[in-house]
């Protein structure tokens, strides 16, 4: 028998064949007997985060083994591949789908299409973030509030900087990898509300997912401001990046009074044990485990008993500091394992 893990990869390998076929669940839902629920997500098995996502689901499975969750993803991530993906899992009529909705524009088609045939949607992760009436009509959204992903860091930052730990903000750069990613665009914009209000000057800077050309872009930018005493990585893999370049370029990028300054997200190894080793200031949890359970969770009730959310359901942030970084260490460890943990720490 296939185990889960298997299966997932499986899914994701015959993405682009077997979806395309209507499958037989659809038919026993219908029946009562089994129902089939389809998680289409921007986080592939590169991303140390799936393994949240996927051991959520796992306990998930088995407290309603009368339901089948499938993990479709990609490693080659773009919108264009997400959207592709996606479509081919509303072929396939499943029974509900769970989606980050990384670009708004992008998947307002699809998902308003599978709704009106039927099918009910719950965005995880990645909320629309237009006003209510104009979003996609999903069940609810799952995930963190980006925005406050990046205020919350931002005046964790200040408040170290009147505890005498680190020095005040001149100018901070938000250092993105996907310009057209909604849930980034809205952590700079976070991060940029509190730093601005506090005087600091504020850049957004696109680095690419390369990493010799995020490097040289960040070496370019950081050459060219010379002022600019903070950097912002809206993804925790790029954190050791810009801490490399700064450091190399004789900038003093660890954690205290001179220098730059480094800010990351998640709760993954190379984010924790960047604040425990002292490079990073601060990262934060968006609570994936509930990311990969609850929406599986809600499209069950509201398959099953109709029940809907009156509100969004936020899961983070929770700022992960050199006070509680080792008690996340911890946690983490238990759920990526000693030996995956060690090598996705990147420092």
Request: glycine share 8%; charged share 20%.
């Amino acid at each position: 028998m296939m185990t889960f893990k298997g299966w997932i990869l499986a899914a994701t390998a015959l993405a682009t064949t077997a979806l395309t076929a209507t499958l037989p669940d659809a038919a026993m839902a219908q029946d009562g007997e089994k129902l089939r629920f389809v998680v289409v997500s921007h986080i592939g098995s590169n991303d140390p985060n799936m393994n949240w996502l996927t051991m959520a689901m796992e306990e998930f499975g088995k407290k309603y083994p009368d339901v089948e969750a499938e993990y479709i993803s990609t490693n080659n991530y773009s919108i264009q591949e997400h959207v592709r993906l996606l479509e081919q899992a509303i072929a396939t009529r499943p029974d509900g789908i769970a989606v980050p909705i990384v670009s708004p524009d992008a998947f307002e088609g699809p998902l308003r299409r599978a709704i009106e045939s039927g099918i009910p949607v719950v965005a995880f992760n990645i909320a629309d973030g237009r006003p209510e009436g104009e979003r996609i009509p999903y069940v609810t959204y799952v995930g963190g509030d980006e925005l406050l992903t990046g205020r919350k860091l931002g005046e964790y930052a200040l408040s170290q900087v009147e505890a005498g730990v680190v020095p005040a903000p001149t100018r901070v750069v938000c250092a993105s990898h996907d310009s057209a990613h909604e849930g980034l665009k809205k952590r700079c914009a976070g991060m940029r509300e509190v730093m601005e209000a506090s005087g600091a000057k504020f850049d957004e800077l696109f680095i690419g997912a390369e990493p010799a050309t995020a490097r040289n872009t960040l070496q370019s930018y950081l050459s060219a401001n010379t002022d600019t005493n903070y950097i912002f990585t809206v993804a925790g893999w790029s954190a050791p990046w810009a801490w490399g370049v700064a450091n190399e370029m004789g900038l003093s990028p660890d954690v205290d009074m001179e220098g730059v300054t480094v800010l990351t997200v998640d709760e993954g190894p190379v984010s924790i044990e960047g604040v425990r080793q002292g490079h990073v200031l601060a990262t934060n949890s968006q609570g994936f485990w509930l990311q990969g359970y609850a929406p599986l969770e809600w499209l069950y009730w509201n398959v099953k008993h109709g029940y809907a959310p009156q509100q969004d359901i936020l899961t983070g942030p929770i700022i992960i500091t050199r006070e509680n970084a080792d008690k996340w260490s911890d946690l983490v460890r238990s759920v990526f394992g000693e030996e995956a943990y060690n090598q996705q720490n990147t420092w």
